[in-house]
C-alpha cells in the first residue's frame, strides 16, 4: 500500500477480508516497513461472524500509536472470537506522503468454555451418603477443570472435586449447582433436582423375663 496512490498524497483502500476455519481472538495487527512523513495513518480492524452482515467487534490503530517508520506491532483491544476478520487503510499526506508496504493480522484460537454435567445416586435415604459425578463434564479444549457444588443452589460452595459425597439428616429435595471452570477462567453451570427420602421408623419391642431380655 502507498499513500503516493492519488496526486494529493492521499490514500483510501478497500476492506481485505480473511476468513477462518474457527473462531479466533484477532489480538494484534502488525504495520510491516512504515514511513509516517508528517502524515497520518488509521487502520481499522473489524470482526464478525456472519459474513459481516453485521460487525461482532471493531478496533481502530492510528499514527499515534506507531512510531515514525519501521515494522512494528500494535495489539488490538478485541477479546471475542470471531471466524471472520478485515481491515482497511487510510493514509493523510503530511510534509510527505506516509507509505506502508504491508499489513498482517495475528489471531489465537480462542477459548471456549466447558460443559457442566453431573450423575448422583438418587434417591437416597437420611443419613445414607448422596454420592455426585462430574465425570461426565467436558470441555472443548481439552482443558483440565475444577469442580464447585453447591448443594442448596444458595451461591455458596459446599464442597469441591469430581465426586463428593454427603449424608443429610432431613428428608428433602435439593436444587444441586454444578460449576465447572476450565483453566483460562470460562465456566458453566447446571442444576440438577435430588430427592432426599425419609427413611422409615424401625420398631424395637423390649421384653424381660428373669433378667433376661428378649429384642424383636
Do not use: C, H, M
Amino acid at each position: 500500500l502507498n499513500g503516493k496512490k492519488n496526486s494529493n498524497g492521499k490514500g483510501s483502500y478497500d476492506s481485505k477480508t480473511y476468513s477462518a476455519s474457527e473462531k479466533k481472538i484477532w489480538d494484534n495487527v502488525t504495520v510491516g516497513n512504515f514511513a509516517k512523513n508528517g502524515g497520518t495513518i488509521e487502520i481499522t480492524v473489524e470482526t464478525s461472524n456472519d459474513g459481516f452482515s453485521s460487525v461482532l467487534e471493531s478496533d481502530t490503530v492510528s499514527d499515534s500509536e506507531l512510531s515514525s517508520s519501521g515494522t512494528q506491532t500494535v495489539d488490538l483491544s478485541l477479546s471475542s472470537g470471531a471466524t471472520d476478520v478485515r481491515y482497511s487503510v487510510s493514509l493523510g499526506k503530511g510534509s510527505s506522503s506516509p507509505s506502508i508496504d504491508s499489513i498482517s493480522l495475528d489471531g489465537k484460537t480462542a477459548n471456549q468454555p466447558p460443559t457442566a454435567s453431573f450423575t448422583s445416586n438418587e434417591p437416597v435415604l437420611t443419613d445414607n451418603d448422596l454420592g455426585l459425578d462430574a465425570s461426565g463434564s467436558s470441555d472443548p479444549d481439552g482443558d483440565s477443570l475444577s469442580y464447585a457444588w453447591d448443594f442448596f443452589n444458595d451461591g455458596s460452595t459446599d464442597a469441591t472435586g469430581v465426586s463428593p459425597s454427603k449424608s443429610f439428616a432431613e428428608d428433602q429435595t435439593l436444587d444441586v449447582a454444578l460449576t465447572v471452570t476450565d483453566s483460562k477462567g470460562a465456566s458453566d453451570t447446571v442444576v440438577k433436582q435430588v430427592t432426599i427420602e425419609n427413611r422409615n421408623p424401625e420398631a424395637i419391642i423390649s421384653a424381660s423375663k428373669n433378667d433376661k431380655e428378649l429384642t424383636l
